[in-house]
């Protein structure tokens, strides 16, 4: 199973930035996934996650900013990240969530400053 992301990048307080994460390797449309972010000296948190039928849930601090998506037929999950703030300064990973375990992509870096 391999995840790549990509998208990450500088971007300015107030502006918004598309993050993907594309898979191989599994049936994609019969996992959920999970989007985590680790910022620096932090631990690595579950920001949100999209059932396989798409119904995504969020944590209250991106909730309203941020918007998880994903296409079957690509194999690809997105985040959708907008009124980005100092503090979402992180490096944010997909995760395909099966059971008892992840699989994880090496993550990508989003820095919000101006």
């Known amino acids: 199973?391999?995840?790549?992301?990509?998208?990450?990048?500088?971007?300015?307080?107030?502006?918004?930035?598309?993050?993907?994460?594309?898979?191989?390797?599994?049936?994609?449309?019969?996992?959920?996934?999970?989007?985590?972010?680790?910022?620096?000296?932090?631990?690595?948190?579950?920001i949100g996650s999209i059932t396989s039928t798409g119904l995504a849930t969020y944590i209250d601090v991106v909730k309203g900013r941020f918007t998880i998506s994903r296409d079957n037929s690509k194999a690809t999950v997105y985040l959708h990240m907008n009124n980005l703030k100092p503090e979402d300064t992180a490096v944010y990973y997909c995760a395909l969530m099966d059971v008892g375990t992840n699989y994880w992509g090496r993550g990508t870096l989003v820095t919000v400053s101006s």
């Open 1 to 46: 199973v391999q995840l790549v992301e990509s998208g990450g990048g500088l971007v300015q307080p107030g502006g918004s930035l598309n993050v993907s994460c594309a898979v191989s390797g599994i049936i994609f449309s019969l996992y959920p996934m999970g989007w985590y972010r680790q910022a620096p000296g932090k631990q690595r948190n579950l």
